[in-house]
């Protein structure tokens, strides 16, 4: 499995972006799939995923601003990341998890830099 994160960069508050993960296989041959972030100094957190069913969840500090999307066709999930705040700076991660027999199995992308300027 294969995950390709692109789209970061700089931008300064109030901006937007999206974020890219293209994966090697079908994005419905996973559970879930999603973006992850980990800021300087913190643990990686979830910021928002999407299940094979379509369900999406929401970090509570991204609601509102942040909408994540697949394309089954291109197999690419994105994140339209909008109103952006210095606290989003972070490196975003992809991730797809596939549960099998009730174990959870994580794959990842390489992680793509957000920094947002005040």
């Known amino acids: 499995v294969q995950l390709q994160a692109s789209g970061g960069g700089l931008v300064q508050a109030g901006g937007s972006l999206r974020l890219s993960c293209a994966t090697s296989g079908s994005t419905f041959g996973f559970n879930a799939i999603g973006w992850y972030r980990q800021a300087p100094g913190k643990q990686r957190e979830l910021v928002a995923t999407v299940s094979s069913g379509g369900s999406t969840k929401n970090a509570d500090s991204v609601k509102g601003r942040f909408t994540i999307s697949r394309d089954s066709a291109k197999n690419t999930v994105y994140l339209q990341m909008n109103s952006l705040k210095p606290e989003d700076t972070a490196v975003y991660y992809c991730?797809?998890?596939?549960?099998?027999?009730?174990?959870?199995?994580?794959?990842w992308g390489q992680g793509t830099l957000v920094t947002v300027s005040s």
């Open positions: 991730n797809a998890r596939s549960v099998v027999l009730g174990v959870p199995y994580d794959f």
